[in-house]
């Protein structure tokens, strides 16, 4: 891998963990907004360092340990740096599961936002499937049974990893309707102590930082690179939940993006997980392409500010 292919897979890791960490932010910021200076500044600081180091961290170490269990969780985390054939081998050849099982859980995230999310149209067709929101779990069960079929006759281990996908969507999903319902308690001043508050966010960092991770195993399987896409991308939005939210929540399409992103993100690690030979540059040019038409589109059409909107 030559400096270019480092940069561009660097750079694309940093926007893809940016625009799928802008939900994230957003509740970040509101909530922060209901906590004392004291608090405030803990979690900035520190929240910080467990967002980054601890989980965007360890959370692709885990991944290839449970794929490729047979070098354990210490093996796993020197493979990473290894240059030994044996041990690369072993990780290429797990890498189908692991291709498959986050494939799935972007694509089902995907048709999650397109079916069942609120959202501001931004093309053609997405309020005609919003309108068809009953047909979503009929959808991804159907897109599951015949990837599973299909894994089946490569892999069963594969077919594993897919429906392993599925259960870690349903799973966070359920963590981020909690979260939605728990927010509204959370913007009462005194409903909560600002210790709780700060573990609320932990948790719900944790949740959110799970997107970004799997779909950065679309951009390569070098977890190094990972660690710093994501470290910097997490830092970018620790700055925008400072100082930028209400600037950013003008951009109304920047969600879209993150979705299509995602969309195609997921159809990329579903086809490599089958052998379909996807260079290295496509995932990146394919984020920046997508994000970039959905923010043109957003400064053509920002959502009015809240003092524009009272006047």
């Known amino acids: 891998m030559n400096i270019f292919s480092i940069v561009v897979i660097v750079l ?12 994230n932010a ?5 909530v922060l907004g209901t906590m004392g200076a004291r608090a405030r500044r803990w979690f900035l600081i520190w929240g910080l360092f467990i967002a980054v180091f601890l989980v965007r961290g360890l959370l692709p170490f885990l991944i290839v340990w449970a794929t490729t269990p047979e070098l354990g969780p210490v093996g796993s985390m020197l493979a990473t740096f290894s240059s030994d054939p044996k041990v690369l081998e072993a990780v290429e050849s797990s890498a189908p599961i692991l291709l498959i099982g986050g ?12 079916f069942l999310e609120t959202k501001n149209f931004g093309i053609i067709g997405e309020q005609f499937f919003y309108r068809q929101g009953v047909w979503f779990y009929a959808v991804v069960s159907i897109l599951l ?7 089946l006759q490569i892999n069963p281990a594969m077919a594993f990893g ?3 996908g ?3 969507f349903f799973i966070t999903h359920g963590f981020k309707q909690n979260a939605e319902q728990s927010e509204k308690k959370l913007m009462q001043k005194g409903s909560m102590s600002d210790i709780s508050k700060i573990l609320y966010l932990e948790i719900i960092d944790a949740t959110f930082s799970i997107d970004g991770v799997l779909g950065a195993f679309a951009f390569t399987l070098s977890v190094p690179l990972i660690l710093v896409g994501n470290g910097i991308g997490a830092f970018v939005v620790r700055e925008f939940t400072l100082h930028n939210i209400e600037r950013i929540k003008r951009y109304r399409f920047i969600k879209n993006g993150a979705m299509y992103s995602i969309l195609g993100l997921g159809t990329i690690m579903l086809m490599d997980s089958f052998g379909v030979h996807i260079p ?4 990146p040019l394919l984020t920046f392409v997508i994000v970039g038409y959905f923010m043109w589109k957003s400064f053509r059409h920002p959502e009015p500010s809240a003092a524009s909107a009272q006047s």
């Open 280 to 283: 290295s540059w496509v995932s």
């Open 103 to 114: 494939g799935i859980f972007l694509v089902f995230l995907f048709f999650h936002w397109l």
């Open 162 to 164: 897919a429906v392993v």
């Open 145 to 151: 049974m015949v990837v599973v079929y299909l894994a």
């Open 12 to 23: 694309g890791l940093v926007l893809f963990e940016i625009i799928s960490s802008i939900d």
């Open 26 to 30: 957003i509740i970040n910021a509101e």
């Open 166 to 168: 599925s259960t870690a």
